[in-house]
């Protein structure tokens, strides 16, 4: 089965992303990038944790040129766009071995009735 995750980024149409990308009538600018991750069994941890590194990877691409170490404002918003990426693209997959091996809290297995 081909299973893949999209990595999405927005970001200030500030020149954070290298790349032409799609701006918004906001002017924030959006980029895609596909992840295939079907070959990867994501209830163990070895599978959770190469899908991880290929999110790392397409975040990384995603939001364009690693900054000049010298320059920490746009180096630190770099590391932001990573992280957001990551962190979106983990969320949205849902999977709990995925979830505990990137370090976010377990996922709810119930549902609260009020």
């Known amino acids: 089965m081909n299973r893949f995750c999209t990595i999405a980024v927005i970001a200030l149409a500030s020149g954070l992303l290298a790349h032409a990308a799609q701006a918004d009538d906001t002017g924030n600018t959006e980029r895609h990038l596909t992840v295939a991750y079907g070959d990867l069994d994501l209830n163990k941890e070895a599978g959770a944790q190469a899908l991880i590194a290929r999110l790392k990877s397409a975040g990384q691409q995603v939001c364009g040129e690693t900054p000049d170490s010298r320059d920490i404002k746009n180096r630190a918003r770099y590391q932001a766009c990573v992280k957001a990426a990551v ?28």
């Open 87 to 114: 962190d979106d693209a983990v969320a949205r997959l849902a999977t709990p071995m995925v979830a505990a091996s990137y370090g976010l809290p377990p996922l709810s297995q119930t549902a609260t009735v009020k």
